[in-house]
């Protein structure tokens, strides 16, 4: 059973910066491709950020693109999120999730959680204004 586990977010000023990091527990992290995606109150989730199992593919939404970096090191069972450039509408809980895929192809289906199998239980982002 893969277990991820979000850092702790934080409160941040509008245009500060804020990195998260998801540890996954399993001997299958190399193998798996992994996403972050957010929640706001009252909406539905959505795709932030995806990364193939070797790090050369990475896809953003379009609220995200140019201010956040998905990175992941594979020798430290690790992926992150890099957020620049914050903005009060990026308030939300971010989760991470994995993919037993290590590759998810297809135009649009990265950021479909339901291509992902595990999931973290969120760390809450709140951006100031």
């Known amino acids: 059973q893969v277990q991820l586990v979000e850092s702790e977010g934080g409160l941040v000023q509008t245009g500060g910066s804020l990195r998260l990091s998801c540890a996954h527990s399993g001997r299958a992290f190399n193998s798996n491709a992994m996403g972050w995606f957010r929640q706001a109150p009252g909406k539905e989730r959505e795709f932030v950020a995806y990364i193939n199992w070797i790090g050369k593919a990475t896809e953003y939404g379009d609220s995200v693109n140019g201010r956040f970096t998905i990175s992941r090191d594979n020798a430290k069972n690790t992926v992150y999120l890099q957020m620049d450039r914050l903005k009060p509408e990026d308030t939300a809980v971010y989760y991470c999730?994995?993919?037993?895929?290590?590759?998810?192809?297809?135009?649009?289906?990265?950021?479909?959680?339901?291509?992902?199998?595990?999931w973290g239980q969120g760390t809450q982002v709140t951006v100031s204004s």
């Open positions: 999730a994995a993919s037993i895929k290590g590759n998810i192809r297809g135009v649009g289906t990265f950021a479909s959680p339901l291509e992902y199998d595990a």
